[in-house]
């Protein structure tokens, strides 16, 4: 009998110890355990809240940033701040159960809110802890095992990743397209190697014109320019919405640099960075902007 007793123990203390151990790998992100049933879920940025949206919990969505402009619905929601300041009285006053902050060391703003909301008892979840696309889908599990919606967050997931496949597959054919992506102009500034968005320019069929740079996003002046030898210049609208005005205005601006060969072949491109500038559920259509702008002819329809 008193084996049994000791057989017994040992099964009950197994099961607490490895539900104990699921609490603090969710507890390492969160500091709280997740409340079972979900009713106000605070966005604290876009890509956020597109995940959320993309996993059906739009009615569990309480309030997001003034920046979370997509799908429309977000726009409709309160507004907690934007995402460089996000008002921590106006999450408060939304009584969440559950907010989901980014991790980024490039924000530093979005870490300071998790670690005050949780000081005062509020359960926060952090993702996005570097900036890699396999980040997206590590956060696309978690805020899925934290909603309870992990079948959702898995077909998303899978569903991601074959558009993706389907872009490698129709770029690969082709050649390398060397790809100068500017942020910012004054100072001059571009994606370095080490981001997502040099990801993405790789799974559409390009490479990097700038090398390996100890910054992100480094700024780089004419030299570094000159001898980068992009074949293809991109640069995003930035939220503006004049796209023609924009294109006639990059191609005036870059025409001072002629020995560069995308000026030379006037191959320069001002895109709508909604779908590139966050890694978020559209990744898969930021991977084709970009592909459409470094391998034109793969989407251009026959003539019957």
């Not at 709280?32 to 739009?58: D, V, Y």
């Not at 590590?138 to 872009?167: P, S």
């Not at 001898?227 to 006639?248: F, H, W, Y």
């Not at 870059?254 to 966050?278: E, F, G, H, L, M």
């Amino acid at each position: 009998m008193k084996k049994w007793w000791l057989l017994l123990t040992f099964f009950i203390c197994w099961n607490i110890t490895g539900f104990a151990l699921f609490d603090i790998r969710l507890a390492q992100n969160a500091t709280a355990t997740i409340p079972e049933n979900i009713s106000g879920i605070i966005s604290t940025a876009p890509n956020i809240t597109e995940i959320l949206f993309a996993l059906g919990l739009e009615e569990k969505i309480s309030a997001v940033t003034s920046d979370s402009i997509y799908p429309p619905a977000a726009a409709k929601k309160t507004k907690i701040g934007n995402f460089w300041q996000p008002d921590i009285e106006a999450i408060i006053a939304a009584d969440p159960n559950l907010v989901i902050t980014l991790g980024f060391p490039l924000y530093p703003q979005q870490q300071n809110l998790a670690d005050r909301l949780r000081r005062i008892g509020y359960t926060c979840l952090t993702v996005f802890n570097t900036e890699q696309i396999d980040d997206l889908f590590d956060a696309i599990k978690k805020i899925g095992l934290a909603t309870h919606t992990q079948q959702k967050a898995n077909f998303l997931t899978a569903e991601i990743r074959n558009e993706i496949e389907h872009m490698v597959l129709l770029t690969k054919e082709t050649g390398k397209v060397r790809v100068l992506y500017v942020v910012q102009r004054e100072p001059l500034r571009v994606a370095g190697t080490e981001t997502f968005i040099n990801e993405m320019i790789t799974l559409a069929g390009g490479e990097n014109a700038i090398g390996p740079t100890i910054q992100k996003y480094p700024p780089i002046g004419t030299e570094q320019l000159m001898l980068c030898k992009a074949d293809v210049i991109i640069e995003p609208t930035m939220g503006q919405r004049n796209s023609e005005r924009l294109q006639n205005n990059a191609v005036e601006y870059w025409s001072r640099y002629k020995n560069i060969p995308a000026v030379k072949n006037k191959i320069i491109y001002v895109v709508d960075d909604d779908t590139i500038s966050q890694l978020g559920p559209r990744l898969h259509k930021g991977v084709e902007t970009i592909a459409r702008c470094l391998k034109p002819e793969l989407f251009e329809t026959p003539e019957q």
